[in-house]
């Protein structure tokens, strides 16, 4: 049964950098035909795709993100990672990561981890 | 990039009723549409995909249609466990932009 779980800090403050990782177990990233991507929520709004990745490396980034995002694969540990440089308070929100098809379509998710950026 | 709008943004209706919603995109997507449930305080689930093709394990009384720049997703019997906010999601090329959401509740 596929599994994926976000873990970081819940806090950051303004201008540093946000690391999450999501640990999947219940598949290989490695060999894999998925992408596997991050989604966020900000408290009370919609959903927000941010991006992903395939581990031949062909990823997808939301282009007005792109500058600050990036997605990771450690095959090692089965893991991928999300790090968002230079957050503002506008990037708190529930984080998810996720399995997807065809990099774009989200049909596992992860429970989710709040992330608030504040000083 | 194209932007996907949802109407209505909120409604109401009774355990039984059939329940329509739409969601538009501001350039043809051809069927590149998937919907999404989120029940209230809990994660997301993908519906359907390529607009009107159900993914594993959802109730038949969900169903989508549409191609092009409008869509609609139906629900035939409303259930109390459809009480949630409703996505679409266009994926013609990215960003995999969702629309704002309907959310749906039990008179």
């Known amino acids: 049964q596929l599994q994926l779980q976000e873990s970081g800090p819940g806090l950051v403050k303004p201008s540093e950098t946000l690391s999450l990782t999501c640990t999947v177990s219940?598949?290989?990233?490695?060999?894999?035909?998925?992408?596997w991507g991050w989604i966020r929520q900000p408290p009370g709004k919609g959903l927000e795709w941010l991006g992903s990745?395939?581990?031949?490396?062909?990823?997808f980034y939301d282009p007005s993100l792109k500058s600050r995002l990036n997605i990771s694969i450690d095959t090692s540990k089965n893991q991928f990672s999300l790090t968002m440089r230079s957050v503002t308070a506008a990037d708190t929100a529930v984080y998810y990561c996720?399995?997807?098809?065809?990099?774009?379509?989200?049909?596992?998710w992860g429970q989710g981890t709040l992330v608030t950026v504040s000083s | 990039d194209i932007q996907m709008t949802q109407s209505p943004s909120s409604l109401s209706a009774s355990v039984g009723d059939r329940v329509t919603f739409t969601c538009r995109a501001s350039?043809?997507?051809?069927?590149?549409v998937a919907w999404y449930q989120q029940r209230p305080g809990k994660v997301p689930k993908l519906l359907i995909y390529?607009?009107?093709t159900l993914h594993s394990g959802v109730p038949s009384r969900f169903s989508g249609s549409g191609s092009g720049t409008d869509f609609t997703l139906t629900i035939s019997s409303l259930q109390p466990e459809d009480v949630a906010t409703y996505y679409c999601?266009?994926?013609?090329?990215?960003?995999?932009?969702f629309g704002p959401g309907t959310k749906v509740d039990i008179k």
């Open positions: 996720g399995r997807l098809i065809g990099g774009s379509l989200i049909h596992y």
């Open positions: 219940g598949d290989s990233i490695s060999s894999s035909s998925y992408y």
């Open positions: 990745l395939h581990s031949s490396g062909r990823n």
């Open positions: 350039q043809g997507i051809s069927n590149y």
């Open positions: 390529a607009a009107s």
């Open positions: 999601q266009k994926y013609l090329g990215a960003p995999f932009t």
